[in-house]
């Protein structure tokens, strides 16, 4: 019977670390009621299904994303919220997959902006949305598009585009994270000029072309693994 209470106390600690998107070792032991021994041999044994990743402190949740038809399209934005998980931050969001990575810590403030919600990749938008951005003040957004040329930004929902526009009115720093991969296409709703945010988190698959595209631009550009030219 020993290897089915381990495969069912693994996963309920999996299940622990999805909803969380991070856990320390000594809240993982008190929910389990067992050693933080026995919980590093069981985070040992996930990490190698490749569902989890160990960290200094804690674990983080590296198996699939909220099921939204369409949510890989903001997959990126979702991995930055994953790292952010376990820090003491006040975080704002119009994604229903990142508030519900955050809705059960206690090491973090949640604002949830309602408003109609997108169906298809779980964020809500809209004049509602919108209204509620014009009353927040916000250090950095994180915004995540559909692709980028050289009029800049864009995603494929003009209301989207509309209450993303509201969240750059929002914050201090803007930053997009965004894959190679939507460079040098177009969507159907044009968000920003490329000048107007402030930080691009890119792969490091970008090409050197665009590379100097975006620093001519005047925007600071971060390869993720890599380098950071601003």
Not at 25 to 48: C, F, M
Request: net charge negative; charged share 20%.
């Amino acid at each position: 019977m020993a290897p089915v209470v381990a495969d069912e106390r693994r996963g309920q600690l999996l299940e622990l670390v999805r909803v969380r998107g991070f856990a320390s070792l000594p809240e993982l032991a008190g929910q389990l009621a067992v050693s933080e021994s026995t919980v590093r041999r069981d985070l040992e044994y996930l990490e190698d299904q490749g569902v989890a990743r160990r960290t200094h402190g804690g674990v983080f949740y590296t198996g699939q994303s909220p099921e939204f038809p369409h949510f890989k399209d903001r997959q990126v934005a979702y991995e930055v919220a994953q790292l952010l998980a376990g820090r003491p931050l006040q975080v704002v969001t119009n994604s229903m997959p990142v508030a519900n990575l955050f809705a059960s810590r206690t090491d973090s403030d949640l604002v949830l902006i309602g408003g109609n919600v997108l169906k298809r990749s779980g964020i809500t938008i809209g004049p509602y949305a919108n209204a509620m951005l014009r009353d927040i003040n916000v250090r950095r957004a994180v915004i995540s598009v559909a692709a980028v040329n050289d009029r800049g930004f864009f995603n494929s929902n003009i209301l989207q585009v509309e209450t993303q526009r509201a969240m750059i009115a929002a914050a201090d720093e803007v930053l997009v994270v965004a894959d190679s991969t939507k460079f040098g296409h177009s969507s159907l709703a044009h968000l920003c000029p490329l000048a107007e945010i402030d930080r691009l988190i890119v792969d490091n698959e970008i090409s050197e072309d665009w590379r100097s595209r975006i620093v001519a631009a005047g925007v600071a550009l971060t390869i993720a693994g890599g380098t950071d030219n601003g």
